[in-house]
């Protein structure tokens, strides 16, 4: 068959549509994936190729495109020939395409969506690019290791300079940074959590998954779909990282004497923690109200409790920063706060790439008035978990201490950092504060 005609690769066309949406419509690549599978009727490997390669093109744009530009003459380069160099770079460095393979789909892409006009193109660069193992192209692109370390291990593994210098800052320096960075790139392993009374991890490692070994009621699956997981289908597990799960608990089980009916989730949607929170809640006779700031996401917190008895939840649509109750309401508190995300990075291949340094001093602020609400909901006596998916110390560490400045009636009573190059979760975070006793 002619080069002109031959058909253009259904997984990198449809890899090629998530990069354009993310790049044109600012879309979340984890959301818009799924419906264009569906329009391609990708299923199995070809599913899988295809979410590999947006996932990894995205993520790694930070490598790709400083040796894209190395291999240009001219500097300017449409948009759209950029993302087939990206998808091209990533099968020639990072994924066991063979060269032609890589070569010649990419040409038969940039024909079909682009033109004709930019194929020599796209050939002369992915050939440049293939002739150079990634090792060697990321001593040619990054800064030397020895003189800026941050500035190479921003180019080598793919994250923005300002967001290596806060997770060294969270670090407390640079000996694991390395490690996180590539832990950061790596895609996550699918956990699940047995909501307590609904369904058990017994349940869930005959459906193929394995337990964890730091929350109770998580398993990881080996592979597949976890929709088709019956416990997942009906509401009574859920797909939840396991450091999301450790966070729910350090709210449901830390120590609190008087009454324990009474519990909130400030910040509620889209409800995988409240989920396993109103479980607990309905084993212990107490009652979770969830509260959620979008009316949407609400419904996606109503959604995730479907197999949760009624009595146990009440979810709410409000602004936590105005709260709907009258202070001193709850004996337990979560407060999952909105934040930057920069721990989670592995679940979002463009969020680094859509941060700013500015969405965290604005979150701050935000983080500080939630925390403070939530202290005064809680009963003197009672708890208040604190927590970001972000390790940032501004979004951590520093919100508690200048929430904790202007209180006297708080204090903490425990706190922890996870990692994805420690424990294999997300970066959580999670401070547990007790409003002291009266009298
Ligand atoms: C980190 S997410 C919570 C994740 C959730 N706990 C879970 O496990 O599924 C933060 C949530 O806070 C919500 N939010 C932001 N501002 C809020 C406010 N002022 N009041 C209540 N919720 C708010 C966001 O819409 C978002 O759904």
Redesign the pocket.
Known sequence: MSERRRPVDRSRRAALDVLTAVRAERAYANLVLPQVLRKHRLEGRDAALATELASGAIRMQGLYDPVIDACLTKPRLQDEVRDVLRLGTHQLLSMRVPDHAAISTSVDLVRASVGQGPAGLVNAVLRKVSRRPLAEWIAEVAPDRTRDLHGHLAVAHSHPRWVVELLAEALGGDDELEALLVADNAAPRVTLAARPGLADVAELEVAGGTRTTLSPYGVVLAGGDPAAVPAVAEGRAGV?DEG?QL??LAMADAPLLGRDERWL??????????ALLASLAAQRGARLVA????PH?ATL?AS?MRAVPPEAVHVLA????RPAWVPGTFDRV?V????S?LGALRRRPESRWRRTPADVDVLVG?QQ??LDVALESVRPGGVVVY???SPVVAETVDVVAAVLARRDDTHEVDRFQLWPHREGTDAMFAATLRRRPVG
């Open positions: 939840q999301s966070v729910a989730d400030l910040c509620a949607g889209p409800g995988g923690k409240a509260n959620e700031r979008q996401r917190v995730a409000g602004d936590g920063t979560l999952d706060a909105p934040c995300g935000l008035v939630l927590a970001t998916c």
